[in-house]
């Protein structure tokens, strides 16, 4: 499979990444609103920069070679 950059997918990955750090940089105020509270801090802040590093992922068309990848290994193609 060739790596073939598209600009949707980039932009897309652009947004992910940009409400990833928003997410980072208000989890705790989300924390205590959405969750548990102090006992979550820690687990919404992983949970956002999983979303930031999943943001980098599609940013760079990283995500349709991974799930090509997966689905082939699945589905035995």
Known sequence: MNYELSMGSFIA????VIAGVVFVRFHQWIANNFGGGVG???RYK???LITCALGFVVMVNLHTMLLTWFFSMVFNR
């Open 46 to 48: 992983l949970y956002a």
């Open 13 to 16: 990955g652009v947004a992910i």
């Open 40 to 42: 979550s801090y820690e």
